[in-house]
Nanobody
Framework: QVQLVESGGGLVQPGGSLRLSCAAS????????IGWFRQAPGKEREGVSY????????VYLDSVKGRFVISGDSARNTVYMQMDNLKPEDTAVYFC???????????????????WGQGTQVTVST
């Protein structure tokens, strides 16, 4: 049974850091693409970052470049997203997703992914 479980969300002040984890089971991340998406209230879900388990390629949303880093740990079958210098506009529910089809061009299309986690809340506020 395929499952993705996110963790690591919480409340943090502007400028702070969080590390999100996406633990995968039922498949090996080495053979899948993993994406992090987020959805704020009243807004559409948007792609934040992408990791190719096949070749380690990463892609980022322009607004998080230089602040967020996505990485994968094959031994733990887990993908992480380190988020530094967080801003109030980063507040959202963050989801991880997995699929075989996403690549460097389609990575931010939610429909390209087959499996989704339940989401973890990230709130950046004073």
């Amino acid at each position: 049974q395929v499952q993705l479980v996110e963790s690591g969300g919480g409340l943090v002040q502007p400028g702070g850091s969080l590390r999100l984890s996406c633990a995968a089971s039922g498949f090996m991340i080495d053979y899948y693409a993993i994406g992090w998406f987020r959805q704020a209230p009243g807004k559409e879900r948007e792609g934040v970052s992408y990791f190719s388990g096949h070749d380690g390629k990463t892609v980022y949303l322009d607004s998080v470049k230089g602040r967020f880093v996505i990485s994968g740990d094959s031994a733990r079958n887990t993908v992480y997203m380190q988020m530094d210098n967080l801003k109030p506009e980063d507040t959202a529910v963050y989801f991880c997703a997995a699929g075989r089809r996403p690549d460097g061009t389609s990575w931010n299309h939610a429909g390209a992914y087959d499996y989704w986690g339940q989401g973890t809340q990230v709130t950046v506020s004073t």
